[in-house]
C-alpha cells in the first residue's frame, strides 16, 4: 500500500507560477514509478507528466511541455510538479499518483496506477 498527499495547490496569476508536491508513505518510493494528473471541471482526467522510480525516463503532455518539471526525490519520498508560466487552462484539480514499477508504453496512462492522492486545486486567474 502507499499513501499519497499533495501539497502546494492555490490561486495565481497567468504567468505566475507554483510548485506542488506530494508526499508517499508505505511501499519504498524509490521502487515505483510516480505521475501527476489533472482534471478540470467537465472534463476527463488527463496525463501531466510521469517519472520512473530512478528519475531515467520523464514524459510530459504537450500541452505542458517546456513549462512543467517532474521530479522526486527518494530520500524524502516526495514527489514535486513545478509550474511555470501557468495559464487560465491550467486551472484544474491535480492528482499524484503511483505505480509499482510496470511497462514504460503505459506510464501516462491512468488505469495503470495503483494509487492516489485526495488531489490540490491550482486556479490559474486571467
Known amino acids: 500500500q502507499v499513501q499519497l498527499a499533495e501539497s502546494g495547490g492555490g490561486l495565481v496569476q497567468a504567468g505566475g507560477s507554483l510548485r506542488l508536491s506530494c508526499a508517499a508513505s508505505?511501499?519504498?518510493?524509490?521502487?515505483?514509478?510516480m505521475a501527476w494528473f489533472r482534471q478540470a471541471p467537465g472534463k476527463e482526467r488527463e496525463f501531466v507528466a510521469a517519472?520512473?522510480?530512478?528519475?531515467?525516463?520523464?514524459p510530459y503532455a504537450d500541452s505542458v511541455k517546456g513549462r512543467f518539471t517532474i521530479s522526486r526525490d527518494n530520500a524524502k519520498s516526495t514527489l514535486y510538479l513545478q509550474m511555470n508560466s501557468l495559464k487560465p487552462e491550467d486551472s484544474a484539480v491535480y492528482y499524484c499518483?503511483?505505480?509499482?514499477?510496470?511497462?514504460?508504453?503505459?506510464?501516462?496512462?491512468?488505469?495503470?496506477?495503483?494509487?492516489w492522492g485526495q488531489g490540490t486545486q491550482v486556479t490559474v486567474s486571467s
Open positions: 499518483a503511483a505505480r509499482v514499477r510496470r511497462s514504460i508504453a503505459t506510464i501516462t496512462l491512468s488505469t495503470q496506477y495503483d494509487y
Open positions: 508505505g511501499r519504498a518510493f524509490s521502487s515505483i514509478d
Open positions: 517519472i520512473t522510480w530512478n528519475s531515467d525516463i520523464t
